[in-house]
């Protein structure tokens, strides 16, 4: 697989809304869906030992993508409501993809 493009960000937050949050997820997801330039997966993670923290992973085909869909009015949307249901403000780290293994 060739992942030499690939970009991924990590969103770092902390809720106690987090069905609210899910659903302003949702809603926009329906509202970019076939947008070309957008998200290709989504990961989200909840830690075992801290409920309210998540960690949710998205990948973008490229690093150009992801600032397209960044500059976006309708992800500055999403991400200001998402923000207002946080207990702490979320943090992020861009990377890009080294290595990619599928073992199932």
Do not use: W
Not at 47 to 75: C, K
């Amino acid at each position: 697989m060739d992942v030499s493009k690939k970009f991924v960000q990590i969103v770092d937050f902390e809720t106690d809304r987090f069905d609210e949050m899910q659903a302003v997820a949702e809603e926009a997801d329906k509202r970019m869906a076939g947008r070309p330039g957008g998200p290709t997966h989504r990961l989200v993670l909840r830690d075992r030992s801290n409920p309210g923290h998540v960690l949710v992973v998205i990948e973008f085909d490229s690093y150009e993508d992801a600032m397209r869909n960044s500059q976006d009015p309708e992800t500055g949307k999403m991400a200001e409501q998402m923000a207002a249901l946080c207990t702490r403000p979320p943090s992020f780290t861009d990377c890009d993809v080294l290595d990619m293994t599928e073992f199932k």
